[in-house]
């Protein structure tokens, strides 16, 4: 059965510091891979999407994240998080012979202190 | 604009009772897609609807449950002899349905479900 594991369930990290949040799935085709955020009182919205191109994937307010096909990962990075980065962060993949049949990671709660 | 509202927002139940959620996607989405989250854990898919029909409902857990979207915006699901295992946060998402795969999700913002 298709899977997708998220390491970290809860990150603390003072403002600044980079964080980088694993990703990694267990599928054999391909797939299109999203990062979607909650932040606290608010619904879940998109960060950023990959389904082709350049592994290299830039979102918003300064997020990215890097498909490693070999290693079947999609980690999400930001060089410098401030405390308005505090959310819930889940990995999401949606293999494209399943239209539109979505797994999500169980999150990863990051909290920034000032 | 509208973004997905969902109602109620809060609602709890006896066990064995009958419950209807109700989402209203963004309007022109034609794809709409119902998720469950249990504490601790993120979405987990129950089905997807492309217009009226429901493309794909393999995540559905059992004959207990049941969604519809009779004209291809507003969608109910429905929960028959609720347990208290059905006790979770249920999700709504729309989007514009062109390519499903690709498009963003917009999500509302859950019903929470709290079976005695």
Do not use: M
């Amino acid at each position: 059965a298709q899977s997708v594991s998220q390491h970290n369930h809860h990150v603390i990290l003072s403002e600044a510091a980079s964080l980088e949040l694993g990703c990694n799935y267990s599928y054999g085709g391909t797939v299109n891979l999203f990062w979607y955020v909650q932040y606290p009182g608010q619904h879940l919205q998109l960060l950023l999407k990959y389904f082709s191109g350049d592994p290299l994937v830039k979102g918003i307010k300064g997020f990215e994240a890097e498909f490693i096909k070999s290693k079947f990962s999609f980690n999400l990075r930001k060089p410098s998080v401030q405390w308005s980065d505090t959310a819930e962060y889940f990995c999401a993949v949606n293999p494209t012979d399943s239209w539109g049949k979505f797994q999500f990671g169980a999150g990863t709660q990051v909290v920034v202190t000032p | 604009g509208a973004g997905v509202s969902q109602t109620p927002s809060n609602k709890v139940t006896e066990k064995g009772k009958y419950v209807e959620l109700r989402c209203d996607p963004i309007s022109g989405h034609t794809a709409l897609y119902w998720y469950r989250q249990s504490l601790g854990q993120g979405p987990e898919f129950l089905i997807y609807f492309q217009g009226t029909g429901a493309a794909d409902d393999s995540g559905l857990p059992n004959d207990r449950f049941f969604a519809v979207r009779p004209e291809g915006s507003v969608s109910t699901l429905k929960i028959q002899r609720t347990e208290r295992g059905d006790s979770a946060v249920y999700l709504c998402a729309s989007s514009p349905g062109r390519t499903p795969h690709t498009d963003t999700q917009y999500f509302g913002p859950g019903t929470r479900l709290t079976v005695l």
